[in-house]
């Protein structure tokens, strides 16, 4: 068994540095196109966010293979909660594509947190993209931070899009479950496992008609 774990991570390992270095060339050739508009003055909205997506979409793959690299390997280190989540929440509108969905962020916490940055950045955009994904055409997500007892984070991600089945929230985090005829049923496992890995955790709050709200809590860092 322990060969087989060593060999699959090498494969993966092998796999993903091929992809990073297509990546590259990716955001490479982005950086010259937009380059090249600037110096021609061209100014182009759709071609300017097509970049933005791209160039978004790039850094949530790299992410993602670094994190499938890692497996169980941690390494936390102390990051602003607040710019963190930000970043989050910008990397995620890259799949809103064709839909209406206004983003509202109430990030305020001023907190600091110690965290696999990778790990719980992966956990906060798979919230919010499933909250993408839960909207059919029109609707609005928010995201809220804030301290509970000075001693631990809360981040909140509501969205009005459709409900999870009543029946099947008590399901959600188990691994290999999914609501979605293509869905692989390890985002909301991977989440739960990995901020249990960082001392936090993720629940679901509520799923209604009205409101579908999941929160996120980890441990806020003192630095005296």
Known sequence: MQQEQETIQQQVRCVSHEIRNQLSICDVYSEILKKHLAKEHIENPSVDNA??????????????????????NYTP??????????????????YIQD????????????????????????????????????????????VTSKKICDDTLSIRISDNGKPIPANKQSEIFNQGFTTKKTGSGVGL????????????????????????????????????
């Open 189 to 224: 496992y991977l989440c739960k496992k990995n901020l249990n890995n960082l001392n936090g955790d993720i629940t679901l709050l509520r799923s209604t008609k009205e409101n579908t709200e999941f929160e996120i809590t980890v441990p806020i860092k003192h630095i005296s």
């Open 77 to 94: 280190h102390v990051v602003d909660a607040d710019k963190l989540a930000e970043e989050c929440i910008e990397l995620s509108k890259v």
């Open 99 to 142: 839909k209406e969905i206004e983003i509202i962020s109430q990030i305020e916490s001023g907190a600091k947190i110690y965290v696999d940055e990778n790990k719980f950045q992966g956990c906060l955009i798979n919230i919010i993209k499933n909250a993408i994904e839960a909207i059919e055409n029109k609707g609005t997500i928010k």
């Open 51 to 72: 970049i933005t997506c791209i160039q978004k979409a790039i850094k949530l793959i790299g992410n993602n293979l670094i994190d499938l690299k890692s497996f169980d």
